[in-house]
Nanobody
């Protein structure tokens, strides 16, 4: 059974940085694309970034140049480095594994506030 566990969220001031981690268990990690999504209060869940098995990446326009997605297949972990955080980045961040209908983590809260 696939399990995804996010960590690294927290409270940060505007302009600050955080690195989120998503550790996966279960079947082979390296062959699946992974992604980060976020959901702010009262809004729909939105795509933030994805990374393929070949390490190709894609980003939402709102985070391009500020966020970087990466993966360490030896550790079964995908990361999201978030720099120059803005108030509007406040959300619960979810990790997703693109296998079948998809697997989701439980989410980690990121709050950007002065």
């Amino acid at each position: 059974q696939v399990q995804l566990v996010e960590s690294g969220g927290g409270l940060v001031q505007p302009g600050g940085s955080l690195r989120l981690s998503c550790a996966a268990s279960g079947s082979v990690f390296s062959i699946y694309a992974m992604g980060w999504f976020r959901q702010a209060p009262g809004k729909q869940r939105e795509l933030v970034a994805t990374i393929t098995s070949g390490r190709g990446t894609n980003y939402a326009d709102s985070v391009k140049g500020r966020f970087t997605i990466s993966r360490d297949n030896a550790k079964n972990t995908v990361y999201l480095q978030m720099n120059n955080l803005k108030l509007e980045d406040t959300a619960v961040y979810y990790c997703k594994r693109f296998e079948g209908l998809g697997y989701w983590g439980q989410g980690t809260q990121v709050t950007v506030s002065s």
